[in-house]
């Protein structure tokens, strides 16, 4: 058995504190920016009726998607028998469950009528996405929060690994769930592909473990705990697999739409001359998030630098929150083709690119979301055990063997 | 003493007529009405109400169905990017040939609508006559319809409303668009958009039951060549154009 | 320790006797008091009368069931097109808009709102159906079969049917426009 001791945090020093008084903070004028916008209406945000979905749902969908694929770390542990990864899977399991939990409050504060979320679990139709996701959410909480209890109750060890294949095949079916919200909409011509799905899981790997590996060496460095190269060298070169990854999506994603002739106006739109979007998809999304990072990961040298491992894990998340921006709402400014082949112009803004402006609430709604997952972990590892006491080389080599 | 009977003749004679006349005008009037359902029968899947809009009828310019419609259903008729617009005027131009035309867009009541797809609580329906609708009690204003409807007729409410016509409750927070004029439909009425352009003398809109041979919407769609706007999506709408 | 011995002390009978005084007449308070009694700090809706001689069922039967008559209905009218008029809102709000604002909400005098506003229980209804009742042409129960029921959206078309405004404003008997028109009744 694995000796590395999982040990709360002391959590009692002034940093701390502020830490989490300033994620209070956040939370606070999420809470408010929300009771705001469902007061006011929706008139009082950048949202209008061509772009029905803005800025929470970036964060929203960001965090849920990063959420499963926090998970992952675990998943490699119990599912794959990596042992090296399986002290770090308990904190693996809290922000899996700390950012879909701040996902989803944003999303439920966003709705049109967020006093009739009991409506939206007692009313299903079984044919919408959203309809599934509902079970598909709860039912990540219920079964990644067994999971946790299996590795941190001794006892229950031995159910680890079946609950961590369960909580794995979970997640990817939430992950689907979450890029088919697009992918089965047939209306728009940035969504409408059987590839969103599992682009979605790609990049939620990418994300989960970006926000992983900075909440591991924040923590860390915080509390004094010594990380070893062993571990943070493995976990750099699994995020750079990821990125890779999600760059071949995207690039399979559009080379296949620019064969379409039919595609070739939303194509030029993403890709060319869409403005704002064109800028987050090529400088955010491709170079910040993608290209960078990899050049820096695979660096001789930068490569193993902790500051920047660190930077290029907030690079990926930045690229990720521009991608959110580039699909959802670059999604929904490119006009509808009512009539193909015809130029149309009406009073309902047809035949024209649908302009938004992200409003101070939304912004602030989404990021009161991040607040929410950082809530949540910082005061889990505080009064549970999620981190483990050391994850120095030496620890790591004599439990785990050399070879891994 | 003949012109006494003569006058008292016609006279009779025309109060005859007249309460003829009286005797038959509630029947014509009933008869009229006869399309309309009772009150406590509900919908019938043997019905499905239909649009025709003959486009070679609409000119540029001319927003009387939409005037219309505003005025039916207590509409703002503002178009600012948060206003609900339930039907609007499309121009178009092909873009080679350089023809235009112009029609009115509005819910196209698909047969296969993907807004009923996506609704997650099951708010936005199809009735068994074939009118797509919002049941408003349910909606959770989620906007998912929205971003799934093709044809953009759904508009989300993003402000408080009072004075709402009681026939066609509309509130903040929820997600709203065409209802076929369901309330008028089931006094067996027309929809307004019909009636207002019929009301100015275009004849661009008519209403009826495509499944009822006899009707006029049925006789025209099965005589002249008549499409579905986006006919490749498979979604089969409801309404349909002539000159497109 | 100390502390404990001096509370233990005080427990003694007199304190038990007045503990025992003061739930006595709580209780029996509570159980004199009457649920009409106007000395409660809250005061009692002041329900207006509705239109008519009495409503649909009785005001008992209502008070207990009028959200699950409401309910029903509205899945019935929305979902089925089924528009008995028995049970349908606009029809509540026919005969139970106040004769003042013509409308069920407004103030604690109004019917909706007083009983709600005094239970604290939201009324969702209104964000939606309009608080007034329709002015329709049959208000009095008067059909002429020679003018169809009109509805607002009759555009362009001249309805007086030979009317004078002043007539017509009598027939659809609503308080509002005879003020407008002025019509003497």
């Known amino acids: 058995m694995s000796a590395i001791s999982l040990r709360q945090i002391e959590g009692r020093s002034m940093g701390y504190y502020m830490l989490l008084a300033a994620f209070g903070l956040f939370v606070l004028f999420g809470l408010g920016s929300a009771l705001y916008m469902e007061h006011n209406g929706h008139i009082v945000t950048g949202m209008n009726n061509q772009v029905v979905w803005g800025m929470p749902h970036v964060f929203a969908v960001f965090l849920i998607v990063a959420a499963s694929g926090a998970l992952n770390v675990a998943s490699i542990g119990s599912v794959f028998g990596k042992s090296m990864y399986k002290p770090l899977a308990p904190l693996s399991g809290l922000l899996a469950i700390a950012l879909l939990g701040g996902g989803l409050t944003v999303l439920m504060l966003d709705l049109g009528r967020p006093d009739r979320v009991i409506v939206a679990m007692t009313y299903y139709n079984f044919k919408s996405v959203f309809a599934w996701n509902v079970f598909l959410y709860t039912g990540f909480f219920t079964i990644v929060a067994a999971y946790i209890w299996t590795m941190m109750e001794r006892r229950m060890n031995a159910f680890t690994k079946p609950l961590g294949v369960a909580a794995f095949i979970w997640r990817l079916l939430l992950t689907t769930g979450t890029g088919s919200i697009f992918g089965f909409l047939v209306a728009r011509q940035a969504y409408d592909s059987a590839l969103l799905a599992p682009m979605f899981i790609i990049m939620s790997f990418a994300y989960g473990l970006a926000i992983y590996l900075l909440v591991l060496m924040v923590a860390f460095n915080e509390t004094g705990r010594p990380l070893g190269d062993k571990v943070l060298l493995r976990l750099k070169k699994l995020l750079a697999v990821?990125?890779?990854?999600?760059?071949?999506?995207?690039?399979?994603?559009?080379?296949t739409n620019l064969y379409f002739a039919k595609k070739h106006g939303i194509e030029s739109f993403i890709l060319m001359n869409g403005g704002i979007y064109t800028q987050l998809f090529w400088i955010g999304q491709i170079l910040l998030g993608g290209i960078v990072p990899l050049a820096i990961l695979f660096h001789p040298a930068l490569g193993k630098s902790r500051t920047w491992i660190a930077v290029s894990s907030v690079l990926v998340i930045l690229g990720g929150l521009a991608q959110m921006y580039v699909t959802i709402i670059g999604g929904q400014a490119f006009p509808l083709e009512l009539f193909p082949g015809m130029h149309e112009s009406s009073s309902f803004f047809d035949g024209v690119i649908h302009g938004y402006k992200p409003s101070l609430p939304e912004i602030m709604l989404g990021i009161g979301g991040i607040a929410i997952a950082g809530v949540i972990t910082t005061f889990a590892i505080k009064i549970l055990n999620f981190l483990p006491a050391s994850l120095e080389d030496k620890v790591m080599d004599a439990h785990h063997g050399a070879k891994q | 003493m003949?012109?006494?009977?003569?006058?008292?003749r016609e006279?009779?004679?025309?109060?005859?007529?007249?309460?003829?006349?009286?005797?038959?005008?509630?029947?014509?009037?009933?008869?009229?009405?006869?399309?309309?359902?009772?009150?406590?029968?509900?919908?019938?899947?043997?019905?499905?109400?239909?649009?025709?809009?003959?486009?070679?009828?609409?000119?540029?310019?001319?927003?009387?169905?939409?005037t219309g419609c505003n005025k039916e259903n207590g509409l703002s008729g503002g178009t600012s990017e948060t206003d609900s617009q339930w039907i609007r005027k499309v121009e178009l131009k092909d873009l080679r040939s350089g023809i235009t035309a112009s029609?009115?867009?509005?819910?196209?009541?698909?047969?296969?609508?993907?807004?009923?797809?996506?609704?997650?609580?099951?708010?936005?329906?199809?009735?068994?006559?074939?009118?797509?609708?919002?049941?408003?009690?349910?909606?959770?204003?989620?906007?998912?319809?929205?971003?799934?409807?093709?044809y953009k007729a759904r508009s989300f409410v993003h402000e408080e409303l009072t004075d709402q016509n009681p026939d066609v409750p509309r509130g903040k927070g929820v997600v709203e668009s065409c209802t076929m004029c369901v309330h008028r439909i089931d006094k067996g009425q027309n929809t307004a958009c019909a009636d207002a352009c019929s009301a100015a003398g275009h004849n661009a809109i008519i209403f009826g039951d495509l499944n009822d041979p006899n009707s006029e919407i049925a006789k025209r769609v099965a005589t002249y060549a008549t499409k579905q706007v986006r006919a490749d999506l498979g979604l089969n709408p409801g309404v349909r154009y002539q000159g497109i | 320790m100390t502390n404990l011995a001096k509370l233990r002390s005080l427990l003694n009978w007199k304190w038990g006797a007045l503990i025992a005084a003061l739930l006595a007449?709580?209780?029996?308070?509570?159980?004199?008091?009457?649920?009409?009694?106007?000395?409660?700090?809250?005061?009692?809706?002041?329900?207006?009368?509705?239109?008519?001689?009495?409503c649909v069922?009785?005001?008992?039967?209502?008070?207990?069931?009028?959200?699950?008559?409401?309910?029903?209905?509205?899945?019935?009218?929305?979902?089925?097109?089924?528009?008995?008029?028995?049970?349908?809102?606009?029809?509540?709000?026919?005969?139970?808009?106040?004769?003042?604002?013509?409308?069920?909400?407004?103030?604690?005098?109004?019917?909706?709102?007083?009983?709600?506003?005094?239970?604290a229980v939201k009324i969702d209804c209104f964000e939606c159906h309009a608080t007034k009742p329709k002015a329709t042409v049959n208000a009095a129960g008067f059909f002429h079969p020679i003018i169809p029921p009109s509805s607002e959206g009759d555009v362009k078309v001249n309805d007086s049917h030979g009317l004078s405004f002043s007539m017509r404003q009598q027939m659809r008997g609503s308080v509002v426009d005879k003020n407008i028109a002025g019509a003497s009744k």
């Open chain 3, 25 to 54: 007449i709580s209780a029996v308070s509570v159980a004199s008091s009457e649920p009409e009694s106007s000395s409660g700090r809250t005061p009692k809706p002041t329900i207006e009368a509705g239109k008519g001689e009495k």
């Open chain 2, 2 to 8: 003949s012109d006494v009977n003569q006058s008292r």
């Open chain 2, 103 to 150: 029609l009115p867009m509005m819910c196209q009541h698909c047969a296969e609508p993907p807004c009923v797809d996506v609704c997650p609580t099951g708010a936005s329906f199809k009735r068994a006559d074939g009118i797509v609708l919002v049941d408003k009690h349910i909606c959770i204003g989620c906007r998912y319809c929205v971003m799934a409807c093709p």
């Open chain 2, 11 to 66: 006279f009779l004679g025309k109060t005859a007529a007249a309460t003829a006349g009286l005797a038959i005008a509630p029947g014509v009037m009933l008869i009229d009405m006869a399309h309309g359902r009772a009150p406590e029968d509900a919908a019938s899947s043997s019905v499905r109400w239909g649009m025709l809009v003959d486009s070679n009828q609409c000119k540029p310019g001319c927003n009387d169905c939409v």
């Open chain 3, 57 to 119: 069922e009785d005001t008992d039967y209502m008070r207990r069931n009028h959200m699950k008559l409401l309910m029903h209905q509205r899945d019935d009218t929305m979902h089925k097109g089924i528009r008995t008029k028995k049970y349908s809102l606009q029809n509540c709000i026919e005969c139970h808009a106040s004769k003042k604002n013509n409308s069920v909400l407004g103030s604690n005098e109004n019917f909706c709102q007083s009983c709600h506003s005094y239970a």
């Open chain 1, 242 to 255: 990821f990125i890779s990854a999600s760059l071949y999506f995207v690039a399979v994603f559009h080379m």
